[in-house]
């Protein structure tokens, strides 16, 4: 039986190091521990470049290389045959990889050691199973793509903006079981996100703002790619009052104190997934845990889909208004403050006007 690599992904997650053999120029084999394998595609995997060690030395020389990694929850382990390919220094896959690197880097008190000089792609040539023990799989604590079906089918019968905003909520807790989520809107000269929903914090921080680039959410809009820690990280999470000077916003008059952004005090999983239609970022949807290890990589595909539909969904509602002639000018719509009027899951009436006519 061939074993397709996105069957073995939970194997990937970082629970248990991986192990990598290579051979030198004059075949002296060596063996590491990796701290961090990533999935790429079906035929792709990628790895941490840190250091120039023995381990990257001989790949130099020689790409070709064997990869043990093993399933936390079966002791299951699979031997990869690989090769190197390229070496990525930015873009989405980096970044991806960046994050969760810094995330283990806080959890091992190695922040400012682990630094990723680079993320180095291998094609998978073959996967085999390591003959041995294994226990049973858990089963499965909700049924992903059921929760997907069902989630679509709502969002797909909302009419207008707030209730569509209000649905993502509803469903991401009451079909995912993700009981902290929020939704920001990508401003229209496309250089910050506004939080224009949240559910399950104590105070909503309607209004609150990320600069592009910054944290986790601002990077998953910067590269337009999801972005999932499993590990609490410090140089990744967000600022409790991220907050720069409003110079030159349309919000700026409005803007006399911080709006806090909403969040846990120490979230243990996180994941950032763009509002996207076509190559278009609109925004952001970022849920998070206390739990480590709370989002895999199914619950990565499953909301990377849900929030396509709701980037599409959105873009659908504008373009109905816009036929309509009914969407108000974005200049006469003063910044919502916190502790204002809400709607259901603590939307701002007045956020749902500006970011209507800012998508377009």
């Known amino acids: 039986m061939i074993i397709q690599l996105d069957a073995i992904r939970g194997c990937l997650e970082g629970v248990i190091p991986g192990t990598m053999a290579t051979v030198s120029a004059d075949g002296m084999p060596n063996v590491a521990?990796?701290?961090?394998?990533?999935?790429?595609?079906?035929?792709?995997?990628?790895?941490?470049?840190?250091?120039?060690?023995?381990?990257?030395?001989?790949?130099?020389?020689?790409?070709?290389?064997?990869?043990?990694?093993?399933?936390?929850?079966?002791?299951?382990?699979?031997?990869?045959?690989?090769?190197?390919?390229?070496?990525?220094?930015?873009?989405?896959?980096?970044?991806?990889m960046k994050a969760k690197l810094a995330g283990i880097a806080s959890q091992t008190g190695m922040t400012g050691i682990f630094r990723l000089l680079g993320s180095d792609v291998f094609r998978v040539h073959d996967i085999q199973q390591v003959p041995g023990e294994t226990v049973p799989m858990p089963p499965p604590q909700r049924n992903l793509l059921s929760a997907l079906r069902n989630a679509s089918e709502r969002l797909s019968a909302c009419s207008d903006l707030d209730g569509l905003l209000s649905e993502t909520l509803a469903c991401l807790q009451q079909q995912f079981a993700i009981d902290h989520t929020m939704i920001l809107m990508l401003d229209q000269p496309?250089?910050?996100?506004?939080?224009?929903a949240s559910h399950g914090y104590e105070s909503s921080g309607i209004g609150s703002e990320i600069?592009?680039?910054?944290?986790?959410?601002?990077?998953?809009?910067?590269?337009?790619?999801?972005?999932?820690?499993?590990?609490?990280?410090?140089?990744?999470?967000?600022?409790?009052?991220?907050?720069?000077?409003?110079?030159?916003?349309?919000?700026?008059?409005?803007?006399?104190?911080e709006i806090p952004l909403p969040g846990l005090c120490s979230p243990r999983s996180q994941l950032a997934v763009p509002i996207a239609a076509g190559q278009r970022t609109l925004g952001v949807l970022y849920v998070e845990s206390p739990q480590d290890l709370r989002f895999t990589y199914d619950d990565e595909d499953a909301l990377v889909s849900l929030a396509r539909q709701l980037g599409m969904t959105i873009t659908?509602?504008?373009?109905?208004?816009?036929?309509?002639?009914?969407?108000?000018?974005?200049?006469?719509?003063?910044?919502?403050?916190?502790?204002?009027?809400?709607?259901?899951?603590?939307?701002?009436p007045e956020m749902i006007r500006y970011f209507s006519a800012t998508i377009t």
Request: proline content about 6%; some cysteine.
């Open 316 to 348: 659908h509602l504008q373009s109905a208004a816009d036929c309509s002639d009914e969407t108000p000018a974005p200049a006469e719509v003063p910044a919502p403050r916190d502790g204002g009027h809400r709607c259901r899951c603590g939307i701002s």
């Open 190 to 196: 496309g250089e910050r996100l506004y939080t224009v």
């Open 33 to 96: 521990y990796l701290s961090q394998v990533q999935f790429v595609d079906s035929r792709h995997v990628a790895m941490s470049y840190q250091f120039f060690n023995k381990t990257r030395q001989n790949i130099m020389v020689n790409p070709r290389a064997t990869l043990v990694v093993t399933h936390p929850a079966t002791a299951a382990q699979y031997r990869l045959a690989i090769e190197y390919l390229r070496t990525e220094t930015s873009g989405p896959l980096f970044e991806s």
């Open 211 to 257: 600069p592009m680039g910054q944290g986790v959410i601002g990077v998953a809009a910067r590269e337009c790619a999801p972005i999932r820690i499993s590990h609490m990280t410090t140089e990744y999470a967000y600022s409790r009052a991220i907050r720069e000077s409003a110079e030159g916003s349309d919000w700026a008059s409005a803007l006399e104190t």
